[in-house]
């Protein structure tokens, strides 16, 4: 399983905690939980994407690769 993937599943698994939940305090902490592991995983997804791509076409669209 991929880390984006592994991310989306704590969360997931947070949220569940959360409807199960009838505290007020846990339930919003078990949110609180979900949203950053959903966090993670937008940052992992975007990370794992640039590495998954061919190697140099992550600086073709950057100033680093534009020589004046």
């Known amino acids: 399983m991929n880390p984006p993937d592994e991310f989306r ?3 997931a698994e947070c949220m ?7 505290n007020a ?6 949110t609180g939980l979900a949203q ?3 966090a993670c ?3 992992s997804e975007a990370r794992y994407a640039v590495a ?3 190697k140099g076409a992550a600086q073709r669209g ?3 690769a534009v020589r004046i």
């Not at 569940?16 to 009838?22: C, H, I, L, P, S």
């Not at 305090?25 to 078990?30: P, Q, S, Y």
């Open 41 to 43: 995983a937008a940052v």
């Open 9 to 11: 599943k704590h969360a």
């Open 25 to 30: 305090k846990e339930k919003a902490a078990w």
């Open 52 to 54: 998954r791509q061919p």
């Open 16 to 22: 569940r905690m959360a409807a199960a939940t009838r």
């Open 62 to 64: 950057s100033s680093a």
């Open 36 to 38: 950053r592991w959903t």
